[in-house]
Antibody, heavy 116, light 110 residues
Framework: VHLQESGPGLVKPSETLSLTCTVS????????WSWIRQPPGKGLEWIGY???????NYNPSLKSRVTMSVDTSKNQFSLKLSSVTAADTAVYYC???????????WGQGTLVTVSS | QSVLTQPPSASGTPGQRVTISCYGS????????VNWYQQLPGTAPKLLIY???QRPSGVPDRFSGSKSGTSASLAISGLQSEDEADYYC???????????FGGGTKLTVL
C-alpha cells in the first residue's frame, strides 16, 4: 500500500490548511486513516483518524479546528485544519493503522508552512 | 510534552549494543502493542518494530524490541554508522483512542 500526500505548501495565517492523501495498491477499507504532523525539529503529534465508513476521532488538542473526510470512490481521505497559525507549520504525514493499534503504511510527508 | 517518555539522546561505538527505553502507562503501553520507528534526516519515520517485538520484512535482525508492563525498549546490536538517526516509540492510547508517541531519542554513533 502506497500513500501520497498533496496540497498547498504555503498557507496564510487564519486560513484553512487542506491536504489530501491518495491510497494506492490496497483497499481504503483496510485501515484507520490518520493524519500525523511533525513541527521542524520536534516530535510527532497525532491529529486524528477517519475510517472508510466516515467515523472520525480527533485529538482533543486540535478537535475544534479539524475536519476529516473520506472519498472511497477516489481512494482518498482529506484533512482540513482551520484558523492556522505559525505553530501549525509542520511536515504532515498520512498513515494507516490496523485495528490492533499497530502502524501500517505512512506517506512520505508534505511540509506546510504558515506564513503571510 | 509527549505522552511516552524516552531519553533524548543515546550513543555508542560501532559494533556495540545500545538500548533505548520508553515509558508509558496502563492506558497506553500497558494494554497495547508497541511500535518503534527510525527517522533519518529529512525522511518519514520507518517502522522498525510492531507488536512489541516483530520486525517488518527487510528490517535487519540487529533490531529487536521488548515490552514489560508499562515500559518497552529497543535494542540495536552490532551498531553501524548508518544507524545514526532519531528513534521513536509509539503505541495506541485507550483514553485518546489514537496513537501516542515518545519524544524521540537521537542516536549518535561515535
Amino acid at each position: 500500500v502506497h500513500l501520497q500526500e498533496s496540497g498547498p505548501g504555503l498557507v496564510k495565517p487564519s486560513e484553512t490548511l487542506s491536504l489530501t492523501c491518495t491510497v494506492s495498491g490496497g483497499s481504503i477499507s483496510s485501515f484507520y486513516w490518520s493524519w500525523i504532523r511533525q513541527p521542524p525539529g520536534k516530535g510527532l503529534e497525532w491529529i486524528g483518524y477517519i475510517y472508510y465508513s466516515g467515523t472520525t476521532n480527533y485529538n482533543p488538542s486540535l478537535k475544534s479546528r479539524v475536519t476529516m473526510s473520506v472519498d472511497t470512490s477516489k481512494n482518498q481521505f482529506s484533512l482540513k485544519l482551520s484558523s492556522v497559525t505559525a505553530a501549525d507549520t509542520a511536515v504532515y504525514y498520512c498513515a494507516g493503522y490496523y485495528g490492533s493499534g499497530n502502524s501500517g503504511p505512512w506517506g512520505q510527508g508534505t511540509l506546510v508552512t504558515v506564513s503571510s | 510534552q509527549s505522552v511516552l517518555t524516552q531519553p533524548p539522546s543515546a550513543s555508542g561505538t560501532p559494533g556495540q549494543r545500545v538500548t533505548i527505553s520508553c515509558y508509558g502507562s496502563s492506558s497506553d503501553i500497558g494494554g497495547n502493542p508497541v511500535n518503534w520507528y527510525q527517522q533519518l534526516p529529512g525522511t518519514a519515520p520507518k517502522l522498525l518494530i510492531y507488536s512489541n517485538n516483530q520486525r517488518p520484512s527487510g528490517v535487519p535482525d540487529r533490531f529487536s524490541g521488548s515490552k514489560s508492563g508499562t515500559s518497552a525498549s529497543l535494542a540495536i546490536s552490532g551498531l553501524q554508522s548508518e544507524d545514526e538517526a532519531d528513534y521513536y516509540c509509539a503505541t495506541w492510547d485507550d483514553s485518546l483512542n489514537g496513537p501516542v508517541f515518545g519524544g524521540g531519542t537521537k542516536l549518535t554513533v561515535l
